[in-house]
């Protein structure tokens, strides 16, 4: 069994962000965690300093990955203060992901409205219409992916690759492969981020027509630096109809133009009830916000999805609609989401990502 006093001993062989002190006594260690053969070791640095001691960082990892009981490390830089205004001319950067065509994101401005259930439907359906498809569970937070799509395996290793695992053809990542579900995920952003980028760029994707990644709610650090970082081909918005969520869907569609990632359309989510017994419709969130809010943004509205006990119970089983019967009424209205989507993607949105400057 690891123990942290063996992480410790490995990473003496490796130098501290002042290049000569060991690591263990730089006083650079922030946070380290072993738990059922996994690692978990962050490092403060000065943000200005992040590019330059990436190869600390990785012969870190390294180093840890050595030990013997080690399954997996996950070495991320952070920092405990705010970094400085970017420079007036900020350096590009860019997560290449050979083999990959398009990378969209799957946001919303808050939680609760069934983002990832969407993400995960949406993926599939994608695959259904002749793509090869993988999906990325960034909400680090709180993954759903591994739930929704019922895998409970861990990603198996090459060196510094991990193996996506696979679920109805499907090529899928979580840090929920990797830590146990109920275990609580305490990072700071810039840790996150760190965690998200290691998820997307570490992984043998493989040749793919369009990799979903499934985002965390909300407009922060995360949605930024992957719109700063990874060639988003497009934004895909889901909602619910009412008020409170539209304010932030708003939010949603406005950071991402003003970053300049296309947004593919809006999502609304639960748009309305179809009683089981009766067959009475009820609008419980309201109805028609999210295709009111499109309209007004300028941007496609994709469909509406309906709150229904199906869609929730075969995602609590893993077994999501459209991972069902083609032909069936919820899955008919995912598969016409990811036509517009697809069709929409093979225009060409696929850019190179943007220089962000916050004034």
């Known amino acids: 069994m690891v123990?942290?006093?063996?992480?410790?001993?490995?990473?003496?062989?490796?130098?501290?962000?002042?290049?000569?002190?060991?690591?263990?006594?730089?006083?650079?260690?922030?946070?380290?965690?072993?738990?059922?053969?996994?690692?978990?070791?962050?490092?403060?640095?000065?943000?200005?300093?992040?590019?330059?001691?990436?190869p600390m960082r990785a012969a870190a990892e390294a180093a840890v990955k050595k030990l013997a009981g080690v399954a997996n490390a996950l070495v991320s830089l952070t920092s405990e203060k705010e970094p400085p205004p970017p420079p007036a001319k900020p350096v590009q950067r860019s997560i290449a992901l050979p083999g990959v065509s398009n990378i969209i994101a799957v946001s919303s401005g808050k939680g609760g409205v069934?983002?990832?259930?969407?993400?995960?439907?949406?993926?599939?359906?994608?695959?259904?219409?002749?793509?090869?498809?993988?999906?990325?569970?960034?909400?680090?937070y709180g993954p759903s992916v591994p739930r929704l799509l019922g895998l409970k395996g861990k990603p198996e290793s090459?060196?510094?690759?991990?193996?996506?695992?696979?679920?109805?053809?499907?090529?899928?990542?979580?840090?929920?492969?990797?830590?146990?579900?109920?275990e609580a995920i305490i990072w700071r952003g810039a840790m996150v981020v760190q965690a998200i980028q290691?998820?997307?760029?570490?992984?043998?994707?493989?040749?793919?027509?369009?990799?979903?990644?499934?985002?965390?709610?909300?407009?922060?650090?995360?949605?930024?630096?992957m719109a700063q970082n990874v060639p988003l081909a497009g934004a895909v918005i889901v909602s619910t109809p009412q008020d409170l969520a539209l304010i932030d869907a708003r939010r949603g569609v406005a950071m991402f133009k003003k970053v300049?990632?296309?947004?593919?359309?809006?999502?609304?989510?639960?748009?309305?009830?179809?009683?089981?017994?009766?067959?009475?419709?009820?609008?419980?969130?309201?109805?028609?916000g999210a295709r009111d809010a499109a309209a007004k943004f300028g941007v496609p509205f994709l469909g509406e999805v309906p709150l229904d006990m199906a869609i929730r119970e075969q995602s609590?089983?893993?077994?999501?609609?459209?991972?069902?019967?083609?032909?069936?009424?919820?899955?008919?209205?995912?598969?016409?989401?990811?036509?517009?989507?697809?069709?929409?993607?093979?225009?060409?949105?696929?850019?190179?990502?943007?220089?962000?400057?916050?004034?």
């Not at 003496?12 to 070791?41: F, I, R």
């Not at 840090?175 to 109920?182: A, M, P, R, T």
């Open 260 to 288: 300049e990632v296309p947004v593919l359309g809006i999502v609304e989510n639960m748009s309305y009830f179809l009683c089981p017994h009766c067959g009475g419709r009820t609008d419980i969130f309201a109805h028609g």
């Open 198 to 225: 290691q998820l997307m760029r570490d992984v043998a994707w493989g040749e793919l027509d369009c990799l979903v990644v499934d985002m965390p709610p909300g407009t922060g650090d995360v949605q930024l630096s």
């Open 316 to 359: 609590d089983s893993g077994h999501p609609v459209v991972a069902g019967d083609l032909e069936g009424q919820y899955a008919k209205i995912y598969l016409a989401i990811a036509a517009k989507v697809k069709a929409s993607l093979e225009k060409g949105h696929a850019r190179a990502a943007p220089k962000i400057t916050i004034e």
């Open 158 to 182: 090459e060196g510094r690759t991990l193996k996506p695992l696979t679920a109805y053809g499907l090529k899928a990542m979580s840090i929920g492969f990797l830590v146990d579900e109920e």
């Open 114 to 140: 069934g983002k990832s259930t969407t993400s995960v439907n949406l993926a599939l359906a994608l695959s259904a219409l002749g793509w090869r498809v993988g999906i990325l569970d960034a909400d680090i």
């Open 3 to 54: 123990s942290d006093q063996d992480v410790l001993t490995a990473l003496q062989s490796v130098s501290g962000p002042d290049g000569k002190t060991p690591l263990p006594q730089s006083g650079a260690l922030s946070g380290l965690l072993v738990k059922d053969g996994k690692v978990y070791l962050s490092i403060a640095i000065d943000p200005r300093q992040s590019a330059a001691l990436e």
